[in-house]
């Protein structure tokens, strides 16, 4: 079974965090996926810089070009993980837009995260019939789960498409917006996220984007399953550095 | 085999709608609704009205004399620089202001680069009394200054865009960035044949009014509806799918397009994308992209602001990949002297973009009796100060 599948089996809301791979340092990628297991981080995505990241706020833009300044590439990346399996158990998902693993060529990509012990990947710009076409058997012939968004805007008919071809859990896009730190939620999202919960997916669904902090950590995981933190995180490791990871993490539960 | 869009969004391998899932309910709105909208007879009505009374179309089919005993051939140029705001940009801002308010949205927004498109967006939207906000790169701000004053005095937003290289293509992003974060009351009016299907086919439907026109006007000076060649600018390719459009199945008529080649193709600041580019993604479009072998976009370089965006739109991909169009890369010095030319040979200054194209008399040789269809996509009062400085002026 994938790692992911297990790890969503537990029976506790479960934290993930998101951070760019090569920042702040190039080299920084495997120290940080380290640490985060060890300060109890339930599952890790790593995010693959891309020059025009179309649906990340500044935070992630700033972090993305800093990693690509720095050296980052999807080849670069793989080295450094080579031998991640030997010290991390927890599930690893790369997050990235879909040109460059386009570029790697998409088998390649696959094959590699494979070999590697990636569980899964997030394309946000990879269209859900797009992949169910033209992606869908690679990445089950390597055992790959694909991870698709969900927003507020999402129509009930499309999310339980997206529910029936989901074979992980469901990313669900906090507020109509980019990526970014909010403090708290309001009604709109916890209209929407009543409103996911009363649909009974058979996929467990994992919010992202606007989680910072114990309070917003807590408020998404009310009904879902699990929460994603990203550019806190990422804020917090350009602030602070390696070192706070431990105590960041403490903070949020 | 077709040219047109197919009805998954594709010209061939090229096209489709490469965004993220916060965009599907907009994009998806436009498409449903776009090719239904414009066949209503209240909307080619109101269009057709405001082409002809406040852009002042039909633009004229010029018979261009002396350029054509020059190069010894018979060059037409198709006036599009005297539109309303100097460029064929407004054909589109006029359609696509129609469709947002067709579709009950009271907020646009726009990108732009050298500011054209800025300005186009700006006009329909003070003419129609909605909200406009513009994102422009800091650094084409900086640059292009007189632009960024008339959207201001138009009623416009212009918002610096500071990722990234902080030009077009990151006005790009911001732009859709906004539209992620305004799902429900904003319409984004793209100024190319570039983004995600429905929008490459909608820009080219608006902009066909050029070769619509160039039909029944080459009809009347010479006789017969298809000239020899039609040779048009691309940089994200809108005046040449409009100029392209009504003679894309027409396979005796030569389609020329020309490329920015900046400071030579193998400079490495350069613009031709048809050469440099392969295929990949850019703000939701497969198509040719200039990028590194990792995948990251380059920032291309060409002296025409116009012209300076790494992709181009998915039509021109295909015409390029199918061969139906003959791509050709023109430097920044063959085209600010091809645009001196035609101040000199007819009195007419042209906009840099254009100038890539009137280049092309002195790269290609034409029969005597061709006739040679040029669109002269905009005007060059706008490029004054590059003028001025590259000439000593």
Known sequence: MNRINKKLQEDKKLLSIYFTAGYPKLNDTVEVIESLEKSGVDFIEIGLPFSDPLADGPTIQESSTAALENGMTSEVLFNQLKDIRKTVSIPLIIMGYFNPMMQYGVEAFCKKCAEIGIDGLIIPDLPVQDYNENYKAIFEKYGIINVFLITPQTSDERIRFIDSISNGFIYMVSSAGVTGAKNSFGDTQKTYFDRIAAMSLKAPQVIGFGISNAETFKQATLNAKGAIIGSAFVNNLSKNGIKSIPDFISSIR | ?393
């Open chain 2, 1 to 393: 085999m077709s040219y047109f869009v197919d009805e998954n969004g594709y010209y061939g391998q090229f096209g489709g709608a490469y965004i993220p899932e916060m965009l599907y309910p907009n994009v998806e709105e436009l498409r449903q609704n776009y090719l239904k909208i414009m066949q209503e007879d209240s909307f080619k009505k109101e269009f057709d009205e405001l082409l002809k009374e406040y852009v002042g179309r039909p633009t004229p089919l010029y018979f261009a004399k002396r350029l054509s005993e020059k190069y010894n051939t018979k060059i037409y140029l198709k006036r599009e620089d005297l539109c309303h705001t100097g460029a064929h940009k407004v054909n589109n801002t006029i359609g696509q202001i129609l469709m947002a308010k067709r579709l009950g949205k009271n907020r646009i927004i726009a990108e732009t680069g050298a500011g054209q498109h800025g300005v186009a967006t700006a006009t329909v939207c003070a003419l129609m009394g909605l909200e406009c906000i513009v994102y422009m790169g800091e650094i084409d701000i900086a640059r292009q200054a007189p632009n960024v004053a008339r959207m201001k005095m138009l009623g416009a937003t212009v918002i610096p865009a500071l990722s990234g290289s902080r030009t077009l293509k990151d006005a790009t992003n911001e732009a859709i960035r906004d539209w992620i974060n305004n799902p429900v009351d904003t319409h984004y009016i793209i100024g190319s044949v570039v983004g995600p299907h429905p929008y490459p086919d909608m820009v080219a439907r608006f902009q066909s009014v050029i070769s619509e026109e160039i039909k029944w006007q080459l009809k009347e000076k010479e006789g017969k509806e298809n000239p020899d060649y039609v040779i048009a600018c691309v940089g994200g390719g809108s005046n040449a799918a409009g100029a392209f459009y009504h003679y894309l199945d027409d396979k005796e008529v030569g389609l020329i397009a020309v490329e920015a080649a900046g400071l030579g193709v193998d400079s490495g600041e350069s613009a031709a994308t048809s050469v440099l580019g392969n295929e990949g993604v850019i703000h939701g479009s497969k198509t040719l992209l200039m990028q590194t072998k990792d995948g990251q976009i380059i920032e291309p370089y060409s002296i025409s602001a116009g012209l300076d965006y790494p992709g181009v739109g998915p039509l021109h991909a295909h015409l390029c990949e199918s061969k139906r169009a003959e791509f050709i890369s023109i430097t920044d010095d063959e085209a600010m002297n091809a645009g001196l030319e035609l101040c000199e040979l007819e009195g007419i200054i042209p906009a840099i973009e254009s100038s890539h194209a009137l280049a092309v008399f002195n790269s290609k040789k034409f029969k005597k009796d061709d006739v040679v269809v040029l669109n002269l996509s905009g005007r060059g009062d706008k490029d004054l100060n590059t003028y001025i400085k590259y000439f000593k002026l």
